[in-house]
Nanobody, 120 residues
Framework: VQLQASGGGLVQAGGSLRLSCRAS????????MGWYRQAPGKQRGLVAT???????NYADFVKGRFTISRDNAKNTVYLQMNSLEPEDTAVYYC???????????????WGQGTQVTVSS
């Protein structure tokens, strides 16, 4: 199983980016999916998660600026980021709990990370 993230880049403050992360490989089902971020010198932390039933949870700092969504048919999770601030600069990682067989418990998988840089 692999998670491939894309969509990062350089944007000015107030701009928008849309991150995508597609899971591929031997997948039976995907439970929760999410996005985390890690800024230089800081620990990786939660941005947003979404369950298989489309229930979303956001970190407080999102403040309505980001929207997480998923396309189960494509095994893909998205993060629409609006009103970006320089403080949002970080490497963004996608995460998913994936079952590779019906009788196996979900395993935690991570994408490779995509850099988001917001200039002031």
């Amino acid at each position: 199983v692999q998670l491939q993230a894309s969509g990062g880049g350089l944007v000015q403050a107030g701009g928008s980016l849309r991150l995508s992360c597609r899971a591929s490989g031997s997948i039976f089902s995907i439970n929760a999916m999410g996005w985390y971020r890690q800024a230089p010198g800081k620990q990786r932390g939660l941005v947003a998660t979404i369950t298989s039933s489309d229930v979303a949870n956001y970190a407080d700092f999102v403040k309505g600026r980001f929207t997480i969504s998923r396309d189960n048919a494509k095994n893909t999770v998205y993060l629409q980021m609006n009103s970006l601030e320089p403080e949002d600069t970080a490497v963004y990682y996608c995460n998913a709990y994936i079952k590779t067989r019906s009788y196996i418990l979900p395993t935690d998988y991570w994408g490779q990370g995509t850099q988001v840089t917001v200039s002031s």
